[in-house]
C-alpha cells in the first residue's frame, strides 16, 4: 500500500501524465508546433517558453504554466 490517501475530490481528477523540463522537446497543441522548452514556471516566470526545434526566424512562444497544452514530442 502507498500511504497516498484518496479524498472524494482526488479520486476525480486526471492523474498527472508529463512534467515538461528544460531542454525537453514539446508538441505545443494549442500553437501546432514543437519545439524546446527553455524556460519553465516558477520564480516569476508564468509560463513554459518554447523555442523552434531547429532556430531560424520563426518567434519563441509560451504555453500555459498547468503544460496542459504541452506533451512529448514524437520522435
Sequence with gaps: MSGR??????AHDPAPTW????G???HDSS???????VEVPGDGVFSYHLRPERGG???EWTAPADG????????
Design 57 to 59: 526566424a520563426d518567434p
Design 31 to 37: 500553437a501546432d508546433r514543437t519545439g524546446v522548452v
Design 68 to 75: 496542459s497544452t504541452l506533451s512529448p514530442a514524437d520522435d
Design 19 to 22: 512534467t515538461p523540463r528544460l
Design 24 to 26: 525537453d522537446l514539446a
Design 5 to 10: 490517501r484518496t479524498t472524494h475530490e482526488d
